[in-house]
């Protein structure tokens, strides 16, 4: 073979392997884009771990990155540390761009993380007594949610005018029974406050409610109507939002098989957003 000819050999299967190189094809035939998502353990890790073979199909290689707090996800996200994230609703966002100057926007809806209230002592709200105390984390987004199944149970009222996605317990009218709504605690902590028996009453978000095996649905004395404008989202960047593999992963987020299955898997405790 002549030497001209052996050199464009070489070049052919150096470019074929270069071509190889820079990146895996999915089952379509497209180039593999990997993204990474922040999330918190429960359920929003197990929701996007149901997605992945979906996604892989699609040519996306989803990365999980799991947080344990409410506090570092956003920080990731705008630091450019993650590609998106889920673990929190939208009340929660916009409470926290006003603070932190950020500018973080909402992909689209999942679901519903009901929260719930319980408790060791009493059945319902109702039987709640005079001066009871009613422990609520510090995350101040949820307090809307908190008042909000305590007003339809009757318990207290809202002053006139007031927003309830970003009411306080200031914002409370009146309140016969002088319940006494204590919210200086970890969201986290909140499980362990009740297997504690402290309080009468413990207000627990649904993800670290199901992750201490305490179901919403069997064992709350009260819990957030599905109805409720708290469904939890995936988070990204305004330059992210022509994203495709992001857009690839709200469809599979939001179809209806991945919204059955939420409906199957947590049996109530988690509730799908359409």
Not at 144 to 159: E, M, P, Q, S
Not at 185 to 214: F, H, R, T
Not at 220 to 226: H, Q, T, V
Request: net charge positive; proline share 5%.
């Amino acid at each position: 073979m002549k030497k001209g000819k052996i050199f464009s050999l070489l070049a052919v299967v150096a470019t074929a392997f270069l071509l190889v190189s820079c990146g895996k094809k999915s089952s379509t035939g497209s180039k593999t884009t990997t993204i990474t998502v922040g999330a918190s353990a429960v359920p929003h890790a197990q929701i996007l771990k149901h997605v992945q073979p979906e996604l892989k199909k699609e040519g996306v290689n989803l990365k999980i990155k799991v947080f344990q707090d409410y506090v570092l996800p956003n920080k990731a996200l705008a630091g450019g540390d993650i590609d998106a994230n889920y673990f929190q609703h939208i009340p929660f966002l916009k409470q926290w761009n006003a603070k932190n100057k950020g500018n973080l926007i909402n992909a689209g809806a999942v679901h519903l993380e009901p929260i719930s209230v319980f408790s060791k002592k009493y059945k319902s709200l109702k039987d709640l007594p005079k001066n009871a105390t009613v422990l609520v984390s510090s995350n101040t987004p949820d307090y809307g949610r908190v008042l909000t199944i305590f007003k339809d149970a009757g318990l207290i009222t809202i002053k006139k005018g007031v927003d309830i996605t970003s009411a306080t317990f200031s914002d409370i009218a009146s309140n016969p029974k002088n319940l006494q709504f204590k919210h200086s605690y970890e969201p986290k902590l909140m499980p362990q406050l009740y297997k504690n028996d402290q309080g009468d009453a413990v207000v627990i978000n649904a993800n670290y409610a199901v992750q201490s095996d305490l179901n919403p649905i069997t064992k709350s004395i009260a819990i957030e109507k599905s109805s409720s404008p708290y469904k939890n989202i995936i988070a990204i960047r305004p330059n992210e939002k022509n994203n495709k593999a992001i857009k690839k992963l709200v469809k599979a987020l939001q179809s209806k098989s991945t919204q059955d299955w939420i409906k199957k898997h947590y049996k109530g405790a988690v509730l799908p957003a359409k």
